[in-house]
Antibody, heavy 119, light 107 residues
Framework: QLQLQESGPGLVKPSETLSLTCTVSGGSISSSSYYWGWIRQPPGKGLEWIGS???????YYNPSLKSRVTISVDTSKNQFSLRFTSVTAADTAVFFCARRPYNGGFDNWGQGTMVTVSA | SYELTQPPSVSVSPGQTARITCSGDALPKQYSYWYQQKSGQAPVLVIYKDTERPSGIPERFSGSSSGTSVTLTISGVQAEDEADYYC??????????FGGGTKLTVL
């Protein structure tokens, strides 16, 4: 059974870089049939797609976040990572990693990890 | 930027039918997806490609599409269906977007 698990620091200082990793088990992120990506949810608010990548190596980013976001992949560890620069308190959120089939919705999600931006 | 618009809240009594709408200009050209999110949990996909239901999702969940709007219908609502519901689709450039979410209250 596919499982995704987010990991990373729960507290980041303003202006610094937030780094998270998603570890995938029970399936390969090298599969040609899926996108893998990140979604965030500020406390009490809605979901926001951050970005995704495909097996072909193409990455896609939310245009409103693109200047601050990088998604990278480590196929040897079956992991992918999120790097989010110049964070502010407005970036405080639960961050989810998720899988999406090419012709489907996000069908598998991690449990989410809460990241607080505060001095 | 592209937006998907949902009503903030919908309330129904148990056994009744709940309908949650989502509107967006690109919906005639892009598939829609619906997620259920219960408090403190990750979202769960309940409808994909406008009308398809993933395995394990009860038959009372259905989706439909008409022009620039899509609708999630929950027939015979149960107390366990109380949750936030989000639509998701893509804009013309292919960037994925979520609606603002609808809180379903079962009275």
């Amino acid at each position: 059974q596919l499982q995704l698990q987010e990991s990373g620091p729960g507290l980041v200082k303003p202006s610094e870089t937030l780094s998270l990793t998603c570890t995938v088990s029970g399936g390969s992120i090298s599969s040609s049939s899926y996108y893998w990506g990140w979604i965030r949810q500020p406390p009490g608010k809605g979901l926001e797609w951050i970005g995704s990548f495909s097996y072909s190596g193409t990455t896609y980013y939310n245009p409103s976040l693109k200047s601050r976001v990088t998604i990278s992949v480590d196929t040897s560890k079956n992991q992918f990572s999120l790097r989010f620069t110049s964070v502010t308190a407005a970036d405080t959120a639960v961050f989810f990693c998720a899988r999406r089939p090419y012709n489907g919705g996000f069908d598998n999600w991690g449990q989410g990890t809460m990241v607080t931006v505060s001095a | 930027s592209y937006e998907l618009t949902q009503p903030p809240s919908v309330s129904v009594s148990p056994g009744q039918t709940a309908r949650i709408t989502c509107s967006g200009d690109a919906l005639p050209k892009q598939y829609s997806y619906w997620y259920q999110q219960k408090s403190g949990q990750a979202p769960v996909l309940v409808i994909y490609k406008d009308t398809e239901r993933p395995s394990g999702i009860p038959e009372r969940f259905s989706g439909s599409s008409s022009g620039t709007s899509v609708t999630l219908t929950i027939s015979g609502v149960q107390a366990e269906d109380e949750a936030d519901y989000y639509c998701q689709s893509a804009d013309i450039s292919g960037s994925w977007v979520f609606g603002g979410g609808t809180k379903l209250t079962v009275l």
